[in-house]
């Protein structure tokens, strides 16, 4: 199934007789606000396709093609999942390169301040959605139902690999939640 998307991917670049772009890197996911705090991961570049799974700012991406349309295949480092993504909108970039170009830092701070405008079902579900990225079976009625268990590997929230970014996202979204007193 996953050779058709790609494929099917490939094809509707060529048709349409875009450029794609030889650039390829590591990227992050930034800028996403409410309403819709996480970008979408579809299986075609549409506004209209299905979506794979959402996207929480910081969320770490290998950019496998680029459309001049702003549609980009990538691959989330995490899971290794691959989709497309529309890497901006109306001047907003929501796709953003790893580094600052002055230094070997992230571009986390963005991402990490922008979460102060979520409400607390924004947080958590941009906490989740990390969790979920690195393989954790969750245990609520709640978290089963927007996530899902598929593909889940660890049962403890410990033992859930993270990465530094992601560690430092998440601490951000948790200080969040409990200056808010969002419930856990």
Known sequence: ???RTILVGLVLCLQATMACAENRGTY??????PPDAFLALK???SGYGPRIMALANGTRLDVLLRRTDGWWYVKVFQTGEEGWVLSGARGKAYVLCCTDGQSAQPVQESAE????SFSCQQLWFSRNSIFKEAGYCFKTPQAISAFGNAG???DN????????ENQALISAIKSTEQMKGCSP
């Open 1 to 3: 199934m996953r050779w």
């Open 28 to 33: 992050y996911v930034a800028n996403t606000t």
């Open 43 to 45: 299986n075609f570049p």
């Open 113 to 116: 301040t922008s979460i102060a």
């Open 152 to 154: 889940c590997q660890f």
């Open 157 to 164: 929230m410990d033992d859930v690999p993270l990465s530094s």
